[in-house]
């Protein structure tokens, strides 16, 4: 998993368990709502400030945006809800 895949799929998490839109958070963090979409998509490498931005609003550490995720609770997680299994 490369350094950009792994911001994307720890900020989606996060974003999500938070219940923010792309939207809210980008407004928060005093961004653009495409570039948070950019970013879970891997599209975009954020600089050191826009991670620290994020990781604020979001009330975790920036390091723990850029942590690579336990495998094990990769696989728990990806099971979406109403999907079919």
Known sequence: MEIREILAHNL?????AQGLSQEELAHRA????TYVSSLERSV????????ESLAKVLGVEAADLL???????????????????
Do not use: E, Q
């Open 12 to 16: 989606r998490m996060h974003r999500l």
């Open 30 to 33: 005093g961004i653009d709502r």
């Open 44 to 51: 975009y490498a954020a600089g050191i400030d826009v991670v």
């Open 67 to 85: 942590r690579k995720p336990d495998p094990a609770a990769r696989s728990r997680g990806s099971t979406r809800k109403g999907a079919k299994t």
